[in-house]
């Protein structure tokens, strides 16, 4: 008997809105467009120290950027934020128009688990997904083939039954890398980058999905 | 008989100057502090590529990004002026330092060993290095241990024997994490942040290496 499919969401920026960062460093006194490379490092060091074998934390990664270019007290009020963050507005008619269909639901995360149960838990969401994933538990960070290897397993089904959604094309492309299928979630209207693998999916928000899955 | 040690620069920031890159996000009528999120997520988009078993060359990573900020032509003018930058002033005085006390020298580059051997020639500094050595040759990017190892090979030294000189903590901490020994180059006086491995020396130029090897 074939597994049921499980769409796999990615956490930051895919379900949270980082605009509240924007917001964070402003009232940090900072420059609000600091939030743009100050996240893309975030993502270059975490990368980097995975490919190096290290098993970073992804608080820690983002709390030595921000110490580079914050006071001490401005950088845990914006890391404070980034546990706090705002769901995009597609997320919520999104995640319920899948749930009502009987679709699984499930997150896998560079950060930590208790970031997307929060944020979920205060959106009224929590109850619809039956795993939040982290890649603490796994060897590695997405978008190490490993990590969505982990997912799988943990999910009980193959690589080729989860569909990643992402923001991100280096998850799409990770993903699909390591056989499993990819929705692309472009809400700017951006142009997919072809240094990376093509999504099988590319919708405008996630309340688009449900008509694919 | 032991093999005399050398040392191996990393290329783009630590040799090269990213200033000129600023200037041609400007004269390509854009915000010159888009260079730093560009290059972050340059950076960023080629791990990623890596940690997903994938072999990117540097140049179709730094296009795709500059194509989704700049217009084609523009683009282009950048990557034309990625390939043509400036030493940094401390460059050949350490490296003529270095090279008279017959220090080995050589270059290891997420990039193509032609920007590093068109920068050094303009420089008039091509022939005081051994090898112009290039992840395109090698199993994967910095900082996967098999790209320092790939250098090690290439040189007939034990990584042991290597001296990594880098200003990304990430390179730095990849070649410790590889068995080299490592420099970091600081010249903005940044603090060295706490989630990488400690570099072996820290300078504030190349022309402080050479007291040290």
Partial sequence: MPSRPVV????????????????????????????????????????????AGRRPRFGDVARAGLR???????????????????LHHDVE??????????????????????????????????S????LLSVDDAPAWKPDPRSYRYAATSLGVAPADLVLVAVHPWDVDGARAAGLRAAWVNRSGAEYPGVFAAP??????????????
Same sequence: chains 1, 2.
């Fill in 128 to 131: 619809l997904f039956e795993a």
């Fill in 93 to 126: 008619p999104g995640v319920r128009a899948l749930a009502s269909r009987g679709v699984r639901l499930a997150t896998l995360s560079n950060g930590a688990a208790s970031v997307a149960d929060g944020v979920l838990t205060r959106a009224g969401l929590r």
């Fill in 200 to 213: 099988d999916h590319t919708v405008n928000g996630i309340e688009e999905l449900a008509d694919l899955v």
């Fill in 68 to 86: 580079g270019i914050l006071p001490p007290d401005a950088a845990e009020s914006v890391l404070d934020r980034f546990s706090n963050l705002d």
């Fill in 8 to 51: 796999l969401f990615d956490v930051n920026e895919t379900l949270t809105d980082l605009g509240g960062i924007r917001e964070a460093f402003a009232a940090a006194g900072a420059d609000p467009t600091s939030a743009v490379p100050w996240f893309a490092g975030v993502l270059r060091d975490g990368f980097a120290l995975t490919l």
